[in-house]
């Protein structure tokens, strides 16, 4: 069975790609991830916000003991420096030990700051980037187009400052979803990813605080992921990659059925480990064999809309006749 496939122009040995986290900061576990089968390897983020605290929290040092505008300068640069040259080392260790792509990550709050980190990661031989975007829409003066042109931004930037593969990762919170992942596709991506998951509250009513909630995805996330991935595989002009709710191998051929390219995991990795990976690929062999097919894309995208007598399943979002007979 042939399960390669193409992950942002890349062709990789398996559809399963393991998401940036926590995990892939580390090179021996980058390494039994590449041994378990995974397809590609996204690098835990650096976050552009966490460079630009640390180098706040430098500056506003220099300024308690007084330095000048020279030594400001300086500080501010040399902190910035610090923070990536630990990422580039990343990239380069993971680079030298593996045979599988390897994905530098940004996570982006800004059009113009990190396009200064790009470059570097370039130049320390990732074999693409993924860029992690997302405004949270409580700014009431913040318009839908202000949001998207910070996408458009961003996306335009990045495509001056570099000549390897780009990937987006969005979110399901735009107005016109559909339209605005079609215009984006337009842009020369490479790929695109959907949906990103985001940090979630819980409030502690005996502390009376504020507390992280759950940080890993749950199966109920799936749905809607399969329903988007169906949605957008036919009218975006790059591969998509599905993530979000995957906590079975089955999951991994659901979306491949709706139309992904590739699968993002990392809850599962976590809560199953990397077995979860070769687990996965090993189911996806046998339901190929079964259903007599020989390569993936003799079945991506069979249930996308369009595709199917059922395509219109997708559209729907109220119960209707389907849950009818639940009292």
């Known amino acids: 069975m042939d399960t390669t496939t193409n992950f942002m122009g890349l062709k990789i040995k398996s559809p399963v790609v393991v998401g940036s986290c926590g995990l892939t900061s580390d090179l021996d ?20 916000e966490q460079i630009l605290q640390e180098m706040a929290n430098s500056v506003n040092f220099s300024f308690d003991f007084g330095f000048s505008p020279e030594t400001y300068d300086y500080v501010v640069s040399h902190t910035q420096e610090q923070s990536l040259d630990k990422y580039v080392n990343l990239i380069k260790n993971a680079k030298a030990e593996l045979s599988i792509p390897v994905i530098a990550s940004v996570n982006c709050v800004s059009a113009s700051q990190w396009i200064s980190f790009a470059g570097k990661m370039e130049q320390a031989g990732a074999d693409g980037v993924e860029l992690n975007m997302f405004i949270l829409p409580s700014d009431v003066n913040l318009t839908t187009d202000d949001v998207e042109r910070f996408y458009e931004d961003v996306i335009q930037s990045m495509k001056r400052a570099l000549s390897i593969p780009i990937s987006i990762k969005i979110s399901s919170y735009f107005s016109s979803l559909a339209r605005f992942a079609q215009k984006i596709s337009w842009m020369g991506i490479s790929n695109l990813h959907v949906f990103n998951r985001f940090a979630g509250q819980d409030i502690n009513i005996d502390k009376m605080s504020v507390e992280p909630s759950n940080v890993f995805s749950s199966p109920s996330d799936l749905p809607n992921v399969i329903r988007w991935t169906a949605i957008l595989s036919n009218i975006v ?9 995957v906590h079975k191998p089955d999951d991994v051929i659901k979306l491949l059925l709706a139309g992904a390219s590739t699968v993002q995991v990392v809850s599962a990795v976590y809560e199953q480990g990397v077995e979860f990976i070769s687990e996965a690929n090993a189911r996806l ?11 993936i894309d003799e079945f991506k995208g069979k249930l996308a809309v369009g595709k199917n007598d059922n395509s219109s399943a997708f559209h729907r979002v109220q119960f209707m006749k389907y849950f009818a007979g639940i009292k």
């Open 285 to 295: 062999v046998q339901w190929m064999e079964e259903k007599g097919f020989k390569n």
């Open 237 to 245: 002009h790059c591969p998509l990659t599905a993530g979000g709710g």
């Open 29 to 48: 576990t980058l390494k039994k991830i590449e041994q378990a089968g995974a397809g590609a390897v996204i690098l835990k983020s650096v976050f552009e």
